[in-house]
């Protein structure tokens, strides 16, 4: 039972150059997140999704696009790098809205841009 | 804005001791409050919950106390064991609403 999977688990990115991080889940959630974690920022919402076929903005959205058309992948764009996305960034699937179903994250991506 | 506050970045504790991690919020419709657990180069973890109709919820050495007339909760954990060492984060969400705000952190060291 692998849970959250995230690939690549390393990148390097020029500015402008595109990239796509992918994430699997394989515990039939219908709920899928994109966090990033930057130091002393703590984890910030990127897009998430509340089922196969939907994403909706999070906190921090732009530069970034999303697609769930599978319910156990959700991928994670960027169109054009800049230095700002160098970050870790955290993929996490859920259950749901039901009281006790807590977030289960894959172990990271750590994304330079140079 | 800072919705979730852990004002402590980083704690040493000795090992056998209680480590207490404080976070403090300011949106009052959260009513559900998480811990997780990060080491590095891996995820965070679920550690512990706790709904806002409780003041109280333990799970073997871990205990979060929840103080909602002061926006303040807790995690209390005893006796402290090395590999407790980790980053804390602590998370609220409003029920019905399906995304979670976090916290930034408190790194927790346990002195053998």
């Known amino acids: 039972n692998a849970g959250v999977t995230q690939t690549p688990k390393f990148r390097v990115l020029k500015t402008g150059q595109s990239m796509t991080l992918l994430c699997a889940q394989d515990?039939?959630?219908?709920?899928m997140y994109w966090y990033r974690q930057d130091p002393g920022m703590g984890l910030r919402l990127i897009h998430y999704?509340?089922?196969?076929?939907?994403?909706a903005k999070g906190e921090v959205p732009d530069g970034y696009n999303v697609s769930r058309l599978k319910k156990q992948n959700f991928l994670l764009g960027l169109e054009s790098a800049a230095p700002s996305q160098t970050s870790v960034y955290f993929c996490?699937?859920?259950?749901?809205?039901?009281?006790?179903?807590?977030?289960?994250f894959g172990n990271g991506t750590r994304l330079t841009v140079t | 804005d800072q919705q979730v506050k852990q004002n402590s970045p980083s704690l040493s504790v000795q090992e056998g001791r209680i480590s207490i991690l404080n976070c403090d919020y300011t949106?009052?419709?959260?009513?559900?409050f998480l811990w997780y657990k990060k080491y590095p180069a891996e995820g965070p973890t679920f550690l512990i919950s706790?709904?806002?109709?409780?003041d109280k919820n333990e799970d073997g050495r871990f205990t979060v106390f929840l103080n909602k007339s002061a926006k303040h909760l807790s995690l209390h954990i005893v006796p402290s064991q090395p590999g407790d060492s980790a980053v804390y984060f602590c998370?609220?969400?409003?029920?019905?609403?399906?995304?979670?705000?976090f916290g930034t952190g408190t790194r927790l060291t346990i002195i053998p």
């Open positions: 996490a699937s859920s259950q749901g809205r039901t009281i006790g179903s807590p977030l289960h």
């Open positions: 515990m039939n959630h219908e709920y």
């Open positions: 999704s509340v089922g196969e076929g939907t994403t």
């Open positions: 949106n009052s419709m959260f009513d559900y």
């Open positions: 706790i709904s806002s109709i409780k």
């Open positions: 998370a609220a969400r409003n029920f019905g609403n399906e995304k979670l705000t």
